[in-house]
């Protein structure tokens, strides 16, 4: 439990970290979003392999980690590029909510049984991005895709550190806790991740908080909450 309570802070200001320093980089013109992406995965890369060597772990690519690491690369060039028009505090309400739903639809598509409490939970979060959508919330943040490749020494410093620290170590910290925790604490968790960056963002960033941005994050908050998956029964031991 010690461990559970060191590491789990980390994570979750990790999270929320990275898109507040995304959205800091690329609206300040820091970096090109293309390869602010492609440092941060480089790093992000070049530490894990680093843990696994010095934890004396073999690190082997094989074919079926080719897909799902291309999935991953599209989904940090979307992250840096959808940055461009939308703040932290608004995309990171987006982000959960696609992922929600990305998770509800993979279970479908695999046969896994989705109860209504869990399409109830998706439609109520695809409802708080709808209010962000017809509020217009997006056009205040939006700063345009500049022309040309932006690199500066901080831009490049900001990504490495990004992939580094709260990408990768984060992501071994957050596997590391979910061994303690069960599914709908871990669910619960998750749900502290958007209110915190969007904390971060009107402290740090000076985005406006917008009642449309309030309640469209407490709709996917909501959604994200109903659409937890049930915690397993644990095992009693003998």
């Known amino acids: 439990?010690?461990?559970?309570?060191?590491?789990?802070?980390?994570?979750?200001?990790?999270?929320?970290?990275n898109s507040l320093i995304?959205?800091?980089?690329?609206?300040?013109?820091?970096l090109d979003a293309g390869l602010l992406g492609a440092t941060r995965f480089a790093a992000g890369a070049a530490v894990l392999v680093a843990v696994a060597l010095g934890r004396g772990e073999r690190t082997l690519v094989r074919r079926a980690h080719l897909l799902p690491a291309l999935w991953l690369g599209i989904y940090t060039v979307c992250i840096c590029y959808g940055y461009l028009f939308i703040g932290a505090a608004a995309g990171t309400v987006v982000f959960y909510c696609a992922v929600l739903v990305t998770l509800i639809g993979y279970d479908r598509f695999t046969g896994m049984a989705v109860g209504p409490r869990r399409l109830v939970g998706a439609a109520v979060a695809l409802a708080g991005v709808a209010v962000l959508v017809t509020a217009v919330a997006l056009?205040?943040?939006?700063?345009?895709?500049a022309a040309g490749l932006?690199?500066?020494?901080?831009?490049l410093a900001w990504a490495a550190a990004m992939g580094a620290v709260p990408t990768a170590l984060a992501y071994i910290a957050w596997y590391a806790c979910q061994r303690s925790m069960s599914a709908t604490t871990a669910g619960t968790v998750q749900l502290v991740i958007?209110?915190?960056?969007?904390?971060?963002?009107?402290?740090?960033?000076?985005?406006?908080?917008?009642?449309?941005?309030?309640?469209?994050?407490?709709?996917?908050?909501?959604?994200?909450?109903?659409?937890?998956?049930p915690s397993p029964v644990a095992p009693r031991g003998g």
């Open 22 to 30: 995304t959205r800091f980089v690329v609206a300040r013109g820091l």
């Open 139 to 145: 056009g205040p943040a939006a700063v345009g895709v």
């Open 150 to 155: 932006h690199v500066t020494a901080a831009g």
């Open 1 to 17: 439990m010690r461990k559970l309570a060191l590491l789990l802070p980390f994570v979750v200001v990790s999270f929320a970290a």
């Open 194 to 229: 958007p209110i915190l960056t969007a904390a971060g963002a009107v402290a740090l960033l000076g985005e406006p908080l917008s009642v449309a941005l309030f309640v469209a994050a407490a709709l996917v908050a909501a959604g994200m909450w109903l659409a937890r998956p």
